[in-house]
């Protein structure tokens, strides 16, 4: 199983980026996927996750409104379009599998991240 994260770069604020994330050894569209970002100093933080079981996303909520995950499961491809970029937004891009874990969404069997830098 593989999951390779790109469409990172550099931004001003205000504008927008659309990161995706190719998989390989699994079936897109039957298993929870999702995204999570890590910057310098900081925890993990889990950005979105799509449960295909009820097509439900979630997304933390500093970035409601502004990010949308989508999936084209025949590419075995799943995006994040970020719209509306803060600097806070910077931060390495992961894609992983997702799962709620007593109240709190947790990732696993992540590949190479995406840098999103975004200026002010």
């Known amino acids: 199983v593989q999951l390779q994260a790109s469409g990172g770069g550099l931004v001003q604020a205000g504008g927008s980026l659309r990161l995706s994330c190719t998989g390989s050894?699994?079936?897109?569209?039957?298993?929870?996927i999702g995204w999570f970002r890590q910057a310098p100093l900081k925890g993990r933080e889990g950005v979105s996750c799509?449960?295909?079981?009820?097509?439900?996303?979630y997304y933390v909520e500093s970035v409601k409104g502004r990010f949308t995950f989508f999936s084209d499961n025949a590419e075995n491809t799943m995006y994040l379009q970020m719209n509306s970029l803060k600097p806070e937004d910077t931060a390495v891009y992961y894609c992983?599998?997702?799962?709620?874990?007593?109240?709190?969404?947790?990732?696993?069997?992540w590949g190479q991240g995406t840098q999103v830098t975004v200026s002010s």
């Open positions: 799509y449960s295909p079981g009820d097509g439900s996303t």
């Open positions: 992983a599998f997702c799962r709620l874990d007593r109240g709190e969404y947790e990732y696993d069997q």
């Open positions: 050894g699994f079936t897109f569209g039957t298993y929870a």
